[in-house]
């Protein structure tokens, strides 16, 4: 099976791309909210979301700018646990990420629900760095890595889908690597 979408290659480095600065984490202080369309919205500390069941996920990461990262060994909560622990209402088809800094991004449930999908806490066994997303990034192996969002602090289930941050800006919704859909024109 080809691992690698058509027009990237392939990094043994981890670029860091973000927009704004890397935001201060506070253990004491930071909280995990999911709220929106749910039948029992959640505020958690960060040890409480790290009690919840841990998931390994190896996986490979597409940057849209042309360079993938092959084999990363994510630690986290899928996100289809926390939908579990939520449970979504009926008419909940999409879901919001926001994340410090005043990002966003959004994907269909049916997405999001794919057992590699995970909230990240940790790469190779060790905390995930404020860099690559720490405390907790989102990881969609399967979309380009502006999906993936760095330091989520919230998930708002919706019944419409809302364009994030960079969808705002032209990139594509869908952001499929493999069909090199990388902006909206």
Known sequence: MQRLPPNQHITSDFPVLHFGKVPEFDKGTWDFCVEGLVENPVRLTYDQLLALDRTIVVSDFHCVKGWSRQDNKWEGVRFRDIAELVKPKTNARFAT??????????????????????????????????LHGGPLRLVVPRKYAYKSAKWVRMVVFTEEQELGFWEQRGYSDSADPWKEERYSY
């Open 97 to 130: 990420i926001e994340a410090d800094g005043g990002y966003t991004t959004s994907l269909p449930l049916t997405e999001l629900m794919e057992p590699d999908v995970l909230f990240a806490y940790a790469l190779y066994g060790k905390p995930l760095e404020p």
